[in-house]
């Protein structure tokens, strides 16, 4: 089955506004599946409550759209159920890191055997573009009036330091990468976590002189520092500027997971 | 002052007349304008108090509960699911006794998954030991904060309130309203006492364990101050009429039941389109009513006895079912009129932001007059 092949035609248009990110990481998504070879009747998408939580309603397959935050306990009840089924749960920075935060810590714990693949927008985007556990220091939002004061999560570092298997970043503007690592990551036994970097043009860039779409993709792009330069930073002894975040493969490992198809 | 206001907007405003200092809450559809707006007034030192930008309604609750058990006004605002997420600290904060004051705008509950208005949310809290006011209008949402931290910090009462306002129809609504000024607020509502606080230097400790030696002696207190609430709800809102002219005296309020024989039982921003069905009801000469249902906790069972004493059938609105039951406030008007004679009958309506019109409301007369209701009103049976 081709990527297209999956989408719910009967449900378009879509809700997202014009400039989303989010349909780049759905359609990655939807290529790492079709890479892997995933049938239909073998496969469920499972998400939480946000724009990003939207997406499973647009793909054909069975899916579970949750509360909000609460994506990886249903899902760890699916895959526990069936550990045959292949399980992906999109979610976004404010399900994912805000209300959700304990089960992300707790799936990536369990390690899980489940692709997560978090549209980190940095803002809550449905509900009009409010301060996110995710919204950069200085970064204005509608309840951040005059600059978040207030730090950010590294959801990567985060999923690393609670045990996820395979652990990567990319931004929407890393298509290509994006859906490397997100097959990977399918590929990889246990949690794997794949955080996209995605511009919402409307609640985030709006309020940040980011207002055309190309600017928001520019600001990822220019702001996305590839680990192993990284790396090369610090074994120089050179300083790694704040406003970096970075991409790439940042974990893989094989601890040992929960609901591994046997 | 007059001045044309969403209804969010005026819920914010006249909270920040009321001077809280903490403020915490989560963004949730429709109720995030309020906040969004409390955000920006605490970023522009229009309000003296701390702004909680917390990853959850249950943090949101949680800590108002702690900044209120220290001793601070406090307020939150939640609809929904974000309310349903507070089950558990909405006990907590009624049994520790702390008067927090809340808004909710009013949202259905899922799955499945509705951002529409109904009363679901609030309703499915009735036995937490929060006092429920339900707004028909803007002016009613923003006046009944005033009343309810007037309410719930009286040292008789101390329980925590709920100021009900239909989501979207109310929430996202332009009216005029009629907002006091700083000092006429000042004037109504004098600043937080707390009765006890947590204070290192004399410590006390809240929520410990009751045995059950205690447990139910704790509940019947929290009970015996909901039943106090009546009265001191009838005070702070006889003292509001005499400030602000606007008529808050009774728990509930008749709309034409003089010699009404059918009257109609609505909480919340249905009761406006119910008042105008009745005007063209008794235009056509029937002699309706209705009775509007502004406590619903503490439940003013005698005044609805009172109220209705001389009609012969009552229709209530429920914007809510009890799963395997009915309708809640139909269920508990039945109650009150239990052996009255009168015939009552609930009518399901509404649920997840099914329009109600006039022509409904005229409906459900002609269904109640014949004797049909206990039903859910205008199923698309079509689709079932």
Same mark, same amino acid.
């Given at each position: 089955?081709?990527?297209?092949?999956?989408?719910?035609?009967?449900?378009?248009?879509?809700?997202?506004?014009?400039?989303?990110?989010?349909?780049?990481?759905?359609?990655?998504?939807?290529?790492?599946?079709?890479?892997?070879?995933?049938?239909?009747?073998?496969?469920?998408?499972?998400?939480?409550?946000?724009?990003?939580?939207?997406?499973?309603?647009?793909?054909?397959?069975?899916?579970?759209?949750?509360?909000?935050?609460?994506?990886?306990?249903?899902?760890?009840?699916?895959?526990?159920?069936?550990?045959?089924?292949?399980?992906?749960?999109?979610?976004?920075?404010?399900?994912?890191?805000?209300?959700?935060?304990?089960?992300?810590?707790?799936?990536?714990?369990?390690?899980?055997?489940?692709?997560?693949?978090?549209?980190?927008?940095?803002?809550?985007?449905?509900?009009?573009?409010?301060?996110?556990?995710?919204?950069?220091?200085?970064?204005?939002?509608?309840?951040?009036?005059?600059?978040?004061?207030?730090?950010?999560?590294?959801?990567?570092?985060?999923?690393?330091?609670?045990?996820?298997?395979?652990?990567?970043?990319?931004?929407?503007?890393?298509?290509?990468?994006?859906?490397?690592?997100?097959?990977?990551?399918?590929?990889?036994?246990?949690?794997?976590?794949?955080?996209?970097?995605?511009?919402?043009?409307?609640?985030?860039?709006?309020?940040?002189?980011?207002?055309?779409?190309?600017?928001?993709?520019?600001?990822?792009?220019?702001?996305?520092?590839?680990?192993?330069?990284?790396?090369?930073?610090?074994?120089?002894?050179?300083?790694?500027?704040?406003?970096?975040?970075?991409?790439?493969?940042?974990?893989?490992?094989?601890?040992?997971?929960?609901?591994?198809?046997? | 002052?007059?001045?044309?206001?969403?209804?969010?907007?005026?819920?914010? @405003?006249?909270?920040?007349?009321?001077?809280?200092?903490?403020?915490?809450?989560?963004?949730?559809?429709?109720?995030?304008?309020?906040?969004?707006?409390?955000?920006?007034?605490?970023?522009?030192?229009?309000?003296?108090?701390?702004?909680?930008?917390?990853?959850?309604?249950?943090?949101?609750?949680?800590?108002?509960?702690?900044?209120?058990?220290?001793?601070?006004?406090?307020?939150?605002?939640?609809?929904?699911?974000?309310?349903?997420?507070?089950?558990?600290?909405?006990?907590?904060?009624?049994?520790?006794?702390?008067?927090?004051?809340?808004?909710?705008?009013?949202?259905?509950?899922?799955?499945?998954?509705?951002?529409?208005?109904?009363?679901?949310?609030?309703?499915?809290?009735?036995?937490?030991?929060?006092?429920?006011?339900?707004?028909?209008?803007?002016?009613?949402?923003?006046?009944?904060?005033?009343?309810?931290?007037?309410?719930?910090?009286?040292?008789?009462?101390?329980?925590?309130?709920?100021?009900?306002?239909?989501?979207?129809?109310?929430?996202?609504?332009?009216?005029?309203?009629?907002?006091?000024?700083?000092?006429?607020?000042?004037?109504?509502?004098?600043?937080?006492?707390?009765?006890?606080?947590?204070?290192?230097?004399?410590?006390?400790?809240?929520?410990?364990?009751?045995?059950?030696?205690?447990?139910?002696?704790?509940?019947?207190?929290?009970?015996?101050?909901?039943?106090?609430?009546?009265?001191?709800?009838?005070?702070?809102?006889? @003292?509001?009429?005499?400030?602000?002219?606007?008529?808050?005296?009774?728990?509930?309020?008749?709309?034409?039941?003089?010699?009404?024989?059918?009257?109609?039982?609505?909480?919340?921003?249905?009761?406006?389109?119910?008042?105008?069905?009745?005007?063209?009801?008794?235009?056509?000469?029937?002699?309706?009513?209705?009775?509007?249902?502004?406590?619903?906790?503490?439940?003013?069972?005698?005044?609805?006895?009172?109220?209705?004493?001389?009609?012969?059938?009552?229709?209530?609105?429920?914007?809510?079912?009890?799963?395997?039951?009915?309708?809640?406030?139909?269920?508990?008007?039945?109650?009150?009129?239990?052996?009255?004679?009168?015939?009552?009958?609930?009518?399901?309506?509404?649920?997840?932001?099914?329009?109600?019109?006039? @022509?409904?409301?005229?409906?459900?007369?002609?269904?109640?007059?014949?004797?049909?209701?206990?039903?859910?009103?205008?199923?698309?049976?079509?689709?079932?």
């Amino acid at each position: 089955m081709t990527a297209e092949e999956w989408y719910r035609a009967d449900r378009l248009p879509h809700i997202y506004c014009a400039g989303c990110g989010n349909g780049t990481v759905i359609n990655c998504t939807l290529a790492a599946v079709e890479e892997l070879g995933w049938r239909r009747e073998e496969t469920v998408f499972i998400s939480g409550i946000g724009c990003s939580s939207r997406a499973p309603g647009y793909i054909l397959t069975d899916s579970l759209h949750t509360t909000h935050g609460r994506a990886l306990a249903f899902a760890t009840g699916v895959k526990l159920a069936n550990p045959g089924l292949n399980v992906v749960v999109f979610t976004g920075d404010g399900d994912l890191a805000a209300i959700g935060g304990n089960h992300f810590i707790h799936a990536c714990r369990r390690n899980v055997d489940m692709t997560v693949v978090c549209m980190n927008n940095m803002i809550y985007g449905m509900t009009g573009g409010q301060g996110s556990p995710t919204t950069p220091p200085g970064a204005f939002s509608t309840t951040t009036p005059y600059g978040s004061g207030e730090p950010a999560f590294d959801l990567a570092e985060l999923a690393i330091a609670a045990g996820a298997n395979y652990v990567a970043r990319w931004t929407s503007y890393h298509v290509k990468e994006l859906v490397k690592a997100i097959a990977a990551g399918m590929r990889t036994p246990g949690l794997s976590f794949v955080e996209v970097m995605t511009q919402c043009p409307t609640n985030y860039g709006r309020h940040n002189r980011l207002r055309r779409v190309s600017d928001m993709i520019e600001y990822l792009r220019t702001h996305a520092l590839l680990v192993q330069k990284k790396e090369r930073l610090v074994q120089e002894g050179k300083t790694v500027p704040d406003e970096m975040f970075t991409v790439g493969e940042l974990v893989r490992r094989n601890r040992p997971a929960m609901g591994v198809r046997r | 002052m007059m001045e044309i206001m969403e209804g969010s907007h005026a819920v914010a @405003e006249i909270v920040k007349y009321c001077r809280p200092q903490v403020i915490a809450a989560y963004p949730i559809t429709p109720q995030t304008h309020i906040v969004e707006a409390l955000a920006q007034m605490v970023a522009n030192c229009e309000i003296d108090a701390e702004y909680i930008t917390v990853e959850s309604e249950f943090s949101a609750l949680s800590a108002c509960l702690g900044a209120s058990a220290a001793g601070s006004r406090v307020y939150s605002a939640t609809t929904s699911q974000g309310l349903a997420l507070m089950f558990e600290v909405c006990f907590n904060v009624a049994g520790m006794r702390q008067p927090v004051v809340m808004s909710i705008a009013n949202r259905s509950l899922g799955a499945p998954l509705s951002i529409w208005n109904d009363q679901q949310d609030s309703i499915s809290l009735r036995d937490s030991g929060w006092i429920q006011l339900y707004a028909e209008d803007n002016q009613e949402a923003a006046d009944l904060h005033l009343i309810a931290y007037r309410v719930c910090e009286d040292h008789s009462v101390l329980l925590p309130a709920f100021v009900c306002f239909d989501g979207f129809i109310l929430s996202h609504t332009y009216e005029p309203v009629d907002m006091p000024t700083q000092e006429e607020v000042d004037g109504y509502l004098p600043p937080f006492v707390p009765y006890q606080r947590l204070d290192a230097k004399d410590p006390l400790s809240m929520g410990m364990y009751a045995t059950p030696e205690y447990y139910m002696e704790f509940r019947y207190e929290i009970d015996r101050a909901m039943q106090r609430a009546k009265q001191v709800l009838v005070r702070a809102g006889t @003292e509001f009429s005499e400030q602000f002219g606007r008529d808050y005296t009774g728990l509930v309020e008749g709309y034409r039941l003089d010699g009404a024989d059918t009257a109609l039982v609505a909480m919340g921003s249905i009761c406006g389109t119910v008042k105008d069905a009745v005007d063209e009801m008794r235009d056509a000469g029937k002699k309706v009513g209705l009775l509007k249902i502004r406590t619903f906790r503490p439940f003013p069972a005698p005044e609805i006895a009172d109220a209705l004493r001389d009609v012969g059938t009552v229709a209530v609105l429920d914007k809510n079912i009890s799963l395997g039951n009915s309708g809640a406030v139909g269920t508990e008007v039945k109650a009150a009129l239990y052996g009255s004679g009168i015939r009552v009958l609930d009518y399901i309506i509404g649920l997840g932001g099914r329009d109600v019109r006039k @022509e409904d409301i005229a409906k459900i007369v002609d269904l109640a007059e014949k004797g049909e209701g206990d039903m859910f009103y205008g199923l698309r049976t079509e689709v079932l």
